[in-house]
């Protein structure tokens, strides 16, 4: 149930009531901080990152239920546009070398990038191991390798098509595995394969 006081504040907001959205920064901004920054690393990105959370609540004002909490809805869009700025460290030579004094990151030939945090690796590559043999062959050679499809294929002696068809059913099966888990290890092992899992 809504407390009355959030409610009245929420319903503000999608008024278009800017007292709506200093109320939710007020009461959210410190725990909302800590989460990005729990993954980013980075302190001043952590900021960076907490005001734009707050931007796209302003802008998706309309969407919020104000007869739940916004809780859910909020952090939704905080672990969004975390990964969002995960893909900009990536590019960004001076974020990664911050960014690796907490995570080991692997890059790969193709371009795609990993970003691993120890404790959780040994997860993902469980997970991974359940695959069926050819399946897990295809897709370590694909993202662990770096390969492309028609190479896989030709190594393998399949079509291209049987080699992509294998990896959409290798990544449905890893994430469905991943979104199962204990939401902190999931929280950062989907975070481990969100730069590839939705790759052809």
Known sequence: MVVKEEHRYIEA???????????LFEQYKVPIYHFC??????????????ADVFIKIWEKRSLINSEQSIRPFLYKIARDT????????????RLRGKFL?????????N???IFIKKEY??????????LPP??????RKRYFEGKDNPTIAQELQLSVHTVKSQLVKARGYVRQKLENMD????LYSLMILSLFLGNS
């Open 13 to 23: 907001l999608k008024r278009s009531e800017k007292v709506g959205l200093n109320w």
């Open 37 to 50: 920054k729990s993954m980013l690393k980075i302190p001043e990105l952590a900021e960076e990152v907490t």
């Open 82 to 93: 975390t990964y969002t700025y995960l893909r900009k460290i990536a590019s960004d030579e």
């Open 101 to 109: 004094e907490n995570y080991p990151i692997i890059d790969l030939e």
């Open 111 to 113: 371009g795609e990038t």
């Open 121 to 130: 690796a040994s997860e993902v590559d469980h997970i991974i191991e359940g």
């Open 134 to 139: 050819q399946r897990k062959l295809i897709f």
């Open 183 to 186: 939401p902190a290890t999931s």
